[in-house]
């Protein structure tokens, strides 16, 4: 069977980052992605999808990005479904992000200056930032240098 999602869109809003009872980081957000299509009138649309990451990805997600951050989500679909307060069945689809890249300009994705101590992710920043940035030392590659 394949369950595959790959998507690209925006936050709609900061992501909430939790941790369960056994300390697994969690992170729910969502995420505005446009329709490829205009309707009637000639506007574009969008799906607001709901994004669930896990782990270190949740870290991630909530130290590094925050509304309108423009992100590459590779996941799968997942249906749960709970009982509420007044005893209704509610069906809950959203997508497991597997994967996560932090898209757009860096500054777009800067680190939360604002966020809380317990937020902090074991990552450094600089893991994340390209090594070869600040390098003005050309690098020379030549065709032989690639296996195909």
């Known amino acids: 069977m394949i369950n595959n999602v790959v998507l690209i869109g925006r936050l709609t809003k900061d992501a909430e980052l939790r941790y369960t009872g056994s300390g697994k980081a969690v ?30 990805t949740a870290e991630i997600v909530s130290n590094y990005t925050r509304k309108g951050s423009l992100v590459g989500i590779k996941g799968r679909i997942q249906t749960r479904n709970y009982t509420n307060n007044n005893n209704q069945k509610v069906y809950v ?41 600040r390098n003005e030392d050309s690098i020379d590659i030549s065709d032989d240098d690639f296996p195909f």
């Open 27 to 56: 992170a729910s957000f969502s995420l505005a992605v446009e329709r490829s299509f205009s309707n009637q009138n000639g506007e574009k649309e969008a799906d607001f999808i709901n994004i669930v990451a896990w782990r270190k």
């Open 93 to 133: 689809t959203e997508v497991v992000a597997e994967e996560v890249q932090l898209l757009g300009k860096k500054s777009d994705n800067e680190e939360h200056s604002d966020a809380p101590e317990g937020n902090t992710s074991k990552h450094k920043k600089s893991e994340l930032e390209d090594p070869f940035e």
